[in-house]
T-cell receptor, first 113, second 112 residues
Framework: AQSVTQLGSHVSVSEGALVLLRCNYS??????LFWYVQYPNQGLQLLLK??????LVKGINGFEAEFKKSETSFHLTKPSAHMSDAAEYFCAVSNFGNEKLTFGTGTRLTIIP | DTEVTQTPKHLVMGMTNKKSLKCEQHMGHRAMYWYKQKAKKPPELMFV???????INESVPSRFSPECPNSSLLNLHLHALQPEDSALYLC???????????FGQGTRLTVV
């Protein structure tokens, strides 16, 4: 069984401030973890992934995430928010050979000018 | 090429109509997926095809009928839908189960 919890359905940050979106997972086997971004009326775009290699993962658009097994967390960060970062962000979990990708409920990120 | 192409982008259909959604990928991926996404909700898995065979059906009503004609194509046939079926329908593909999935832009379906 696997699940994902995203704390905070809405997060607002000022332009230039740190972005921190939280994700905790539950998995009975070693997980694969993903962050996706969705802009209005579009599909999901993969930001970054963790598949048991380096625990600090760098993605596109300046985002990164750190896998912490002891905390069962995979939080997404970006040092300096940009207006174009405003979107819905989904954390997701799966594992090798498992065709089911389980999504969190999503976090809507708003950037304040 | 990391693109999954979905057609049409928008579709309005009556409850007695029959229509099909199409999805295509040329990344050599062996798994293809249909998801349904309602407003302000995460995507919900509907079907998974693995090596062109249906491997997962998440108890989807029979008015939704998937088809995988070959390894690059995935269709979703729609018949006698209800207004509550209005949603964004997303297609995705992955190299194999568990690896990252690549999503299409979706088809915005409205049932009237």
């Amino acid at each position: 069984a696997q699940s994902v919890t995203q704390l905070g359905s809405h997060v607002s940050v000022s332009e230039g401030a740190l972005v921190l979106l939280r994700c905790n997972y539950s998995s009975s086997v070693p997980p694969y973890l993903f962050w996706y971004v969705q802009y209005p009326n579009q599909g999901l775009q993969l930001l970054l992934k963790y598949t048991s290699a380096a625990t600090l993962v760098k993605g596109i658009n300046g985002f990164e995430a750190e896998f912490k097994k002891s905390e069962t967390s995979f939080h997404l960060t970006k040092p300096s928010a940009h207006m174009s970062d405003a979107a819905e962000y989904f954390c997701a979990v799966s594992n090798f050979g498992n065709e089911k990708l389980t999504f969190g409920t999503g976090t809507r990120l708003t950037i304040i000018p | 090429d990391t693109e999954v192409t979905q057609t049409p982008k928008h579709l309005v259909m009556g409850m007695t109509n029959k229509k099909s959604l199409k999805c295509e990928q040329h990344m050599g991926h062996r798994a293809m997926y249909w998801y349904k996404q309602k407003a302000k909700k995460p995507p919900e898995l509907m079907f998974v095809y693995s090596y062109e065979k249906l491997s997962i059906n998440e108890s989807v009503p029979s008015r939704f009928s998937p088809e995988c004609p070959n390894s690059s194509l995935l269709n979703l046939h729609l018949h006698a839908l209800q207004p509550e079926d209005s949603a964004l329908y997303l297609c995705a593909s992955s190299q194999q189960g568990g690896t990252e999935a690549f999503f299409g832009q979706g088809t915005r379906l409205t049932v009237v």
